[in-house]
């Protein structure tokens, strides 16, 4: 069995996922090890395979297990948009939801002048590269709505500007949002987008 000093260094490493703090950790753990049959054994099996076939797609920057994504391979999504999104969080998001049939491109970040991020650090190349080759017809900007993610929706249009018709995500008022709750940005955000009833 393991001793106390190995369970103590597996929480402390599950307490550095995000959401989990030490004690949410330390719960994780202890549950994990009564379900040790049933949750710990098959987990750590999953984790060990993971770690040995995980990869970022040459194409996008998902993340897979070969070296180009279901996504980018598959001749469905072949529609001419592509989907520019910070990281993979942010793919997995739009795929959640179903709607967007095209294929995506992973920036791998934003635009950042405190951090030192340029957009040789980012996969700005490269999506003027997938342009060039794939047939995009629509480039659709899908980046949050930060400063930081502005910017660099703002460079990218101006990198692409003429070469292929620049979209982004509406802004404003999420379904089921009361006005009461929101922040200003969000309120002017969707006055300036309204539209006709």
Same mark, same amino acid.
């Given at each position: 069995?393991?001793?106390?000093?190995?369970?103590?260094?597996?929480?402390?490493?599950?307490?550095?996922?995000?959401?989990?703090?030490?004690?949410?950790?330390?719960?994780?753990? %202890?549950?994990? @090890?009564?379900?040790?049959? &049933?949750?710990?054994?098959? *987990? !750590? /099996?999953?984790?060990?395979?993971?770690?040995? +076939?995980?990869?970022?797609?040459?194409?996008?920057?998902?993340?897979?297990?070969?070296?180009?994504?279901?996504?980018?391979?598959?001749?469905?999504?072949?529609?001419?948009?592509?989907?520019?999104?910070?990281?993979?969080?942010?793919?997995?998001?739009?795929?959640?939801?179903?709607?967007?049939?095209?294929?995506?491109?992973?920036?791998?970040?934003?635009?950042?002048? %405190?951090?030192? @991020?340029?957009?040789?650090? &980012?996969?700005?190349?490269? *999506? !003027? /590269?997938?342009?060039?080759?794939?047939?995009? +017809?629509?480039?659709?900007?899908?980046?949050?709505?930060?400063?930081?993610?502005?910017?660099?929706?703002?460079?990218?249009?101006?990198?692409?500007?003429?070469?292929?018709?620049?979209?982004?995500?509406?802004?404003?008022?999420?379904?089921?949002?009361?006005?009461?709750?929101?922040?200003?940005?969000?309120?002017?955000?969707?006055?300036?987008?309204?539209?006709?009833?």
């Amino acid at each position: 069995m393991s001793s106390p000093s190995e369970i103590d260094h597996l929480i402390d490493l599950m307490a550095k996922l995000p959401g989990l703090g030490p004690r949410s950790a330390r719960r994780a753990v %202890l549950h994990l @090890i009564r379900k040790r049959a &049933l949750l710990l054994t098959p *987990l !750590a /099996d999953v984790m060990q395979e993971v770690a040995a +076939t995980a990869r970022e797609c040459l194409n996008c920057g998902n993340v897979g297990t070969t070296d180009i994504c279901d996504i980018c391979d598959s001749e469905k999504r072949a529609t001419g948009e592509l989907c520019v999104v910070e990281d993979v969080a942010d793919l997995w998001a739009m795929e959640r939801s179903g709607v967007f049939k095209g294929r995506y491109h992973v920036l791998g970040g934003t635009l950042s002048a %405190l951090d030192s @991020i340029g957009p040789e650090d &980012l996969r700005i190349p490269r *999506l !003027a /590269d997938r342009i060039d080759t794939e047939g995009i +017809t629509e480039v659709i900007l899908a980046l949050n709505a930060t400063v930081d993610g502005q910017t660099t929706a703002h460079y990218i249009a101006d990198q692409l500007q003429g070469r292929v018709r620049l979209t982004s995500l509406a802004q404003g008022v999420p379904i089921g949002g009361e006005l009461d709750y929101l922040d200003d940005g969000t309120i002017s955000a969707a006055l300036r987008a309204r539209k006709d009833i």
